[in-house]
């Protein structure tokens, strides 16, 4: 699925070219991932794109009115387009007369008589319109950016926390943009195993997990995200990311750090790698047993 730093470099790519474009037309194929797409035929024609941004995984392309005609300084966006790509989701502009791939399910044609389109094999994508009255609520429900979080904040989260450090990294209500790829590269860097509470741990160990974080999400970025299956960016390009993994997907390979062999456990419902040595697992507490009283010496 793609995660943070395969959205971030979506989203770089598509302000290349499109803030300024106005929608012109919708063109729907299968529709079961768009929370309503009446409404998406009905009000994107005839809007122009101020922006695109990112929230947690999620491509928000900020809208203006359809009349709006004052200059991109002066608009203000009344619509947000909000996408997410699931686990197999590909947007991007092309040509209309570059061939359709299969499995795409949106055309968007644009004013400077290029398209938008949305791919998407499985389907697990999403699509929705969220006027701007209602962002402040759409991002409530989501925790801080992963890549942005404070230092600070980010303790507050695993102090407070009981659930293991992978399923709080996971949370989106708690973290917004991390995932399954980049939790455990960054539990790898910090020397942190999966299975410890979030509580448990020390404020040396959390600074650290922080700084890791932000380090994996960073370098993943520069390299335009992992692409493991199907990710491909705004130009159709693979990232290169995968190829710096430490943890992920190294079932049974070597440790870069230590040689030990990489294991594979599941918490939180999902796959997790890390390095049994770098990583050492949390202990477990003994079990108290009432004593027996002592017999008499008679």
Not at 107 to 123: A, K, N, Q, V, W
Request: proline fraction near 6%.
């Amino acid at each position: 699925m793609p995660e943070l730093p395969e959205v971030e470099t979506v989203v770089r790519g598509l302000r290349a070219s499109l803030p300024g474009r106005r929608i012109l037309s919708v063109r729907l194929g299968k529709s079961d991932f768009i929370d309503d797409p009446v409404a998406l035929g009905e009000h994107l024609p005839g809007r122009r794109v101020l922006a695109v941004e990112r929230i947690g995984k999620f491509i928000c392309v900020q809208l203006t009115p359809p009349d709006a005609e004052t200059s991109p300084s002066e608009s203000v966006a009344d619509l947000h387009w909000l996408v997410h790509l699931g686990m197999t989701g590909r947007f991007a502009v092309r040509a209309p007369s570059e061939p359709v791939v299969p499995h795409t399910h949106g055309f968007f044609e644009l004013d400077d008589g290029s398209e938008l389109r949305y791919t998407d094999i499985r389907r697990f994508g999403r699509m929705l319109l969220v006027p701007s009255t209602g962002l402040s609520e759409f991002q409530s429900r989501l925790g801080d950016d992963a890549l942005f979080v404070s230092a600070r904040k980010f303790a507050e989260q695993a102090r407070r926390r009981r659930a293991r450090i992978k399923a709080l990294l996971l949370d989106q209500k708690a973290l917004r943009g991390m995932g399954n790829i980049y939790a455990d590269e960054s539990l790898w860097r910090a020397r942190i195993h999966p299975m410890r509470l979030a509580s448990s741990l020390r404020p040396e160990e959390i600074a650290r997990l922080h700084q890791a974080m932000r380090q994996v999400l960073r370098a993943a970025i520069k390299l335009g995200g992992s692409s493991i299956s199907d990710f491909l960016d705004a130009e159709g390009k693979p990232g290169s990311y995968q190829m710096r993994h430490r943890v992920y997907g190294r079932e049974g390979k070597k440790c870069h750090r230590c040689g030990s062999t990489i294991r594979r456990i599941i918490v939180a419902g999902r796959s997790s790698h890390f390095c049994p040595r770098c990583q050492p697992a949390p202990r477990k507490r003994r079990r108290r047993t009432a004593s027996r009283p002592r017999r008499s010496g008679k």
